[in-house]
């Protein structure tokens, strides 16, 4: 069974653009959770999308959005961006059916903002 | 939220049993407590899970006491490729936002 894929690996951007980011998840999977990395604040949690619906969001500023696909495909959009937006992006998907819930983590998307 | 302590580094050889303790104190009573192995420019992977007592898989143990404010990876004879960041969440699994991954502990493991 494949696992969560995210692309792009790498991805070089200058203040104020836009940039999306996209994560297929494990076949069968509905859930599909984002997080920020950064060394200083470490890993944080920027929202989870569950059957098409937003279901839980973390504390960052409106910027940062998503949303997810009826294939459970999702992408994560972060508009005008800033410096302090480079991080290592990263995507988990769970079946999210029941109390022993794992979280199955992607390679990340490295983004720069210069 | 239930906020977790580790220590930021530890240290071994190989193999030796290396273990790891996270402090949370205000855990609920719905709470799982979940290990994460991270290396770098990787995402986190899951190693064990529990609710109380011991579990135990092909390549880690974790010790839970009654009052589940602590818990314990325990890595038995670790290797060079066991050098990574590990993280210890504390919460109910499917509740995302509460959790939280914390500063993690960086194992060395050395020769």
């Known amino acids: 069974k494949a696992g969560v894929t995210q692309t792009p690996r790498y991805l070089i951007k200058t203040r104020g653009q836009q940039v999306t980011l996209s994560c297929s998840p494990i076949s069968g999977h509905r859930s599909v959770s984002w997080y920020q990395q950064t060394p200083g604040q470490g890993l944080q949690f920027l929202f989870e999308?569950?059957?098409?619906?937003?279901?839980n969001k973390g504390n960052f500023p409106g910027r940062f959005s998503g949303r997810q696909f009826s294939n459970s495909r999702s992408e994560m959009n972060v508009s005008t961006l800033e410096l302090g937006d480079s991080a290592l992006y990263l995507c988990?998907?769970?079946?999210?059916?029941?109390?022993?819930?794992?979280?199955?983590f992607g390679s990340g998307t490295q983004l720069s903002v210069l | 939220l239930a906020k977790t302590t580790q220590p930021i580094s530890m240290d071994s050889y190989e193999g030796q049993e290396v273990n790891i303790t996270c402090s949370h104190n205000?855990?609920?009573?719905?709470?799982?407590i979940t290990w994460y192995q991270q290396f770098p420019s990787q995402g986190p992977r899951f190693i064990i899970q529990?609710?109380?007592t011991k579990v135990t898989n092909e390549v880690a143990s974790l010790f839970i006491p009654a009052d589940r404010k602590s818990s314990t990876l325990s890595l038995p004879r670790v290797s060079l490729s066991d050098t990574a960041v590990y993280y210890c969440?504390?919460?109910?699994?499917?509740?995302?936002?509460?959790?939280?991954f914390g500063t993690g502990t960086r194992l060395q493991v050395f020769p």
């Open positions: 529990g609710y109380k």
């Open positions: 999308y569950f059957s098409e619906t937003q279901r």
């Open positions: 988990a998907s769970s079946a999210s059916t029941g109390s022993f819930e794992k979280l199955f």
């Open positions: 969440l504390v919460g109910y699994p499917t509740n995302t936002d509460k959790l939280i």
């Open positions: 205000n855990i609920a009573t719905n709470d799982y």
